[in-house]
């Protein structure tokens, strides 16, 4: 059980256009969805967390105009990167957390913005 | 807030030995503390828990032990394979609040 799942695993885009990445928890409902970004050997950066049917709360230095959020449902998430920008590469990481304390990840999403 | 701090950041063992990662936390008010292990090009994995009224707990060769009044929490592996080998991230939260990452440790094992 806990699974969750990201889409796509990989995008590449060019500068200027925008990307969905979708996270969606499959076997449980996620009253909670964070979105992470890890640059290389570093640790987890949080950029956001949703709850169902609210506006995400955004960590501070986190763009929300470029990076919409949307928790449409208890097990559907995205993340869109707009107007990307090569600086935008990353690997992003989202994790979804129902009633209790744990927090399930999603396999990430490598994202290369050219 | 939450300060979660992580030692050491490489560790390399020989097969068969064991493997302890320390983390420490600054708020009193941290109550479960979850152990992660991510693989190269994938998503964190949770591999252990405890929460704050336990002191102890094991699953096979994982286990990971809390010290409250010390704030510091630390996971032991015993018997390492080289499948063990991933960066470890160590975590702390109050439920319902976000979780707080340590640094994570690159474990080697070495066959």
């Known amino acids: 059980g806990a699974v969750v799942s990201q889409h796509p695993s990989w995008v590449i885009c060019k500068s200027g256009t925008s990307v969905k990445i979708e996270c969606r928890s499959l076997?449980?409902?996620?009253?909670?969805m964070f979105w992470y970004r890890q640059f290389p050997k570093q640790s987890l950066m949080l950029m956001a967390t949703?709850?169902?049917?609210?506006?995400?709360?955004?960590e501070q230095g986190v763009e929300k105009d470029k990076f919409l959020i949307n928790h449409a449902s208890l097990t559907l998430s995205t993340l869109t990167v707009t107007s990307a920008h090569p600086e935008d590469s990353s690997f992003y990481i989202c994790?979804?957390?129902?009633?209790?304390?744990?927090?399930?990840f999603g396999p990430g999403t490598r994202l290369t913005v050219t | 807030g939450e300060n979660v701090e992580q030692h050491p950041s490489t560790l390399s063992v020989q097969e068969g030995d064991s493997a302890v990662i320390k983390c420490t936390y600054s708020?009193?008010?941290?109550?479960?503390f979850p152990w992660y292990k991510q693989e190269l090009g994938k998503g964190p994995q949770l591999i252990i828990d405890?929460?704050?009224?336990?002191g102890e707990k094991k699953d096979q060769r994982i286990a990971v032990t809390l010290n409250k009044t010390a704030k510091h929490f630390s996971l032991h592996i015993t018997e390492t394979q080289p499948e063990d080998s991933a960066v470890y991230f160590c975590?702390?939260?109050?439920?319902?609040?976000?979780?707080?990452f340590g640094t994570g440790t690159s474990l080697t094992v070495i066959p």
């Open positions: 708020d009193s008010a941290s109550n479960y």
């Open positions: 949703s709850n169902e049917g609210s506006k995400a709360t955004y």
């Open positions: 994790s979804a957390s129902g009633r209790a304390y744990e927090q399930y």
């Open positions: 076997d449980f409902q996620a009253t909670t």
């Open positions: 405890i929460r704050s009224n336990v």
């Open positions: 975590a702390a939260s109050i439920p319902g609040n976000q979780f707080y």
